[in-house]
C-alpha cells in the first residue's frame, strides 16, 4: 500500500524547536523528490520545503534558516527539523510525493506554537 504517515506535531513555545516525521510506505524516499507543505486555519496549504532524489534542498522564504528538511531513506523516512519557531508556523504539517499524474498526502501533523 503506497502512503504517506505524518508524525511529531504538538504544542511548542515561539523560540522552540519541534522534529517532524514522514513515514512512506510502498515506495522509496531516495528516488523522489519529497516535499512539505502546510496549512494554517482558513488559509490555503502552503509549500514548505523539498529533498530532492539528488538530495539538494529548497525552502520557502518563511522557513528558510529555521527549518531543515532531511531523509533517511533505508527507513523510509522524511524529515523536517523547525527551530525559533514562531505563532505564525501554526499549521497542520503535510507530507508530500508526486511523480507525473500520480499525487499523494498524507493525513497531516498538527503543530501549534504559543505565543
Known amino acids: 500500500q503506497v502512503q504517506l504517515v505524518e508524525s511529531g506535531g504538538g504544542l511548542v513555545q515561539a523560540g522552540g524547536s519541534l522534529g517532524l516525521t514522514c513515514q512512506a510506505s510502498?515506495?522509496?524516499?531516495?528516488?523522489?523528490?519529497m516535499h512539505w507543505y502546510r496549512q494554517a486555519p482558513g488559509k490555503e496549504r502552503e509549500y514548505v520545503a523539498t529533498?530532492?532524489?539528488?538530495?539538494?534542498?529548497m525552502y520557502a522564504d518563511s522557513v528558510k534558516g529555521r527549518f531543515t528538511i532531511s531523509r533517511d531513506g533505508a527507513k523510509r523516512r522524511v524529515f523536517l527539523q523547525m527551530s525559533s519557531l514562531k505563532p505564525e508556523d501554526t499549521a497542520v504539517y503535510y507530507c508530500?510525493?508526486?511523480?507525473?499524474?500520480?499525487?499523494?498526502w498524507g493525513q497531516g501533523t498538527q503543530v501549534t506554537v504559543s505565543s
Open positions: 508530500h510525493f508526486v511523480r507525473g499524474t500520480f499525487t499523494l
Open positions: 529533498i530532492t532524489k539528488n538530495e539538494e534542498t
Open positions: 510502498g515506495f522509496s524516499v531516495n528516488v523522489n523528490d
